[in-house]
């Protein structure tokens, strides 16, 4: 008799070796990154190593991304990793936000000096080179070739690449010294085409993070002090993860004809007149998938939507003799079989692994369906179905909510029901993330309010705000809070809308900006 290798059940978090959200929300984020093997940190300081699990959810959003680019009329391109100091230093708004944050390469050769591997002294550069923190200013010098008439507008350009931004502090997927994302640098004959184009995109990812990573985000523009550097006017999409703070998700900037002055491109416009064109950029990172983590996952581990998971049902086959595996493994490759056929992404787990270690490993990694096939299962010819995760109800005990997890279903009933669960679910995390955030979201109109909200559990906070750079500075280092976006009009609902007095001034505010605490 051949039985599957017998290993301990794990039960509970100290057991799964990760923490909970509510005694330590933090060290639960690393845990989760690590133990469903996301990614991890690089013997380079501040660098990570996305690992295959983790990058197979990027390519997803990739793809999701990338589709919505080109269908908006953009094309990819790729531009260099390093730009020389004089380039950035054109812009000088733009080079005094990265300054702190420039990675620079002075040298371009080694040498072997008293038997040691040494900087060559000889091979100083010219000029040194920036490594890439954002695009702006080799693309528009490149674009000075590209763009001599208004026939040569719009010009839409996307790229997938990586950065680096030297950061003092860093966290996986939030805030590494290098990490991946897109750049959209487009060109436009006028400013109300530009200005369209940035909302436009804005729209882009506020449709990907709400439709495809299931993720509630509030549109609207960055407050003077947090705009792009070089920036006239940033919008941003603003979610909320499960401790309340909020994380910005995506950026896009009109940023007027600065860095077409600064690069002296210029275009003949229809009257014949020389004139500057005006730009925007735009962009997301792979601090999306910590969004995601933070948005979804639970103590048992990574909740991964439907549209973005790697595998979106893992098959378990179930035996304890030679007779049992032989007719057990055939069905659970037929039904593989079957659900490959139809688009789903299907796993079929026959190691020599005791169910339960699978069980675990496929909840930690966030497999949206579990599908168990035993041998009672083929008599009564059905198959066992364990959702990831099932919306809590109140006053639920966890054995109850467990039980409702599972569900038996006949075997040609299988691929319907996956389906149908595919798209409940995705519907599912988006209203339960909603839900999260309208009940710790505030509508706040005095001070004292304010205080009380975030010395409590805290959330995101509908203000009237009237202050300057200064006092939002003030009201920053009092409760670490800052202005995630100046609402645009479609975001506001109708408890937030109508001017008022602002919390901090007293003076007459138009209208309430979001505040909260953020990443």
Same mark, same amino acid.
């Given at each position: ?133 954002t695009s702006e ?176 049902? #893992?098959?378990?086959? /179930?035996?304890? *003799? &030679?007779? !049992? =595996?032989?007719? %057990? ?7 593989q079989q079957e ?29 949206? #369906?579990?599908?168990? /096939?035993?041998? *009672? &299962?083929? !008599? =009564?010819?059905? %198959? ?18 467990r039980k409702r ?115």
């Open positions: 008799m051949a039985k599957q290798q017998q290993q301990p059940q794990q039960s509970g978090n100290d057991a799964k070796g990760i923490a909970t959200r509510a005694a330590d929300y933090s060290q639960w984020y690393l845990d989760i990154v690590k133990r469903a093997e996301l990614a991890e940190h690089s013997s380079v300081r501040g660098c990570m190593v996305i690992r295959p699990q983790g990058y197979a959810i990027w390519e997803k959003m990739q793809r999701e991304l990338d589709d919505r680019f080109k269908a908006t009329g953009h094309v990819n391109a790729y531009f260099p990793l390093f730009i020389p100091l004089s380039f950035l230093a054109r812009e000088e708004q733009h080079a005094a936000g990265f300054a702190k944050e420039c990675a620079v390469v002075t040298h371009h050769r080694l040498k072997t000096i008293d038997g040691k591997v040494q900087v060559d002294p000889d091979s100083k550069l010219e000029e040194p080179l920036i490594v890439r923190p200013t080799i693309i528009w010098n490149q674009y000075k070739g590209w763009i001599q008439s208004y026939r040569d507008l719009p010009l839409l350009i996307n790229q997938w690449a990586n950065v680096c931004r030297w950061e003092m502090r860093t966290r996986l997927f939030l805030r590494t010294a290098e990490f991946l994302w897109q750049e959209g640098h487009t060109a436009h004959a006028s400013e109300q085409e530009a200005r369209e184009e940035t909302h436009r995109m804005l729209g882009v990812y506020a449709d990907f993070a709400e439709n495809v990573m299931a993720m509630p985000v509030v549109q609207g523009a960055k407050s003077p002090g947090e705009r792009f550097p070089g920036a006239v006017e940033s919008l941003s999409i603003e979610a909320m993860m499960q401790d309340g703070k909020a994380l910005q998700a995506g950026t896009s900037h009109y940023l007027g004809q600065n860095f077409a002055k600064s690069a002296e491109v210029q275009f003949l416009n229809k009257e014949g007149k020389l004139e500057y064109p005006y730009a925007t950029s735009w962009g997301v990172s792979t601090r999306l998938m910590g969004a995601l983590i933070m948005t979804h996952s639970d103590d048992t581990g990574l909740i991964c939507p439907p549209k973005l998971a790697p595998i979106h049902a #893992v098959i378990v086959p /179930i035996f304890r *003799k &030679d007779d !049992e =595996k032989a007719k %057990v493994l055939p069905a659970c490759e037929a039904l659900l490959r056929q139809a688009g789903l992404a299907v796993k079929l787990d026959d190691r020599d692994l005791h169910p339960g270690a699978k069980y675990y490993e496929w909840e930690m990694k966030g497999v949206p #369906v579990r599908i168990e /096939i035993g041998p *009672k &299962d083929l !008599e =009564k010819d059905s %198959v066992c179905l364990v959702r990831r995760f099932v919306i809590e109800q109140p006053g639920e005990s966890e054995d109850d909510r997890k599972k569900s038996f279903i006949p075997r040609g009933e299988a691929l319907a029901q996956i389906r149908g669960l595919m798209d409940s679910m995705q519907k599912e995390l988006f209203q339960r993330a909603l839900a999260f955030r309208e009940s710790r979201t505030r509508v706040i109109d005095t001070l004292d309010q304010f205080e009380a909200f975030f010395k409590g559990d805290g959330g995101f906070a509908w203000v009237h705000w009237a202050g300057n750079a200064e006092q939002e500075e003030e009201l920053a280092k009092r409760f670490e809070t800052s202005i995630r976006c100046i609402p645009l009009a479609s975001q506001i609902p109708d408890a937030a809308r109508g001017a008022g007095t602002c919390i901090l001034t007293g003076r007459p505010s138009a209208q309430r900006v979001v505040m909260a605490k953020s990443y």
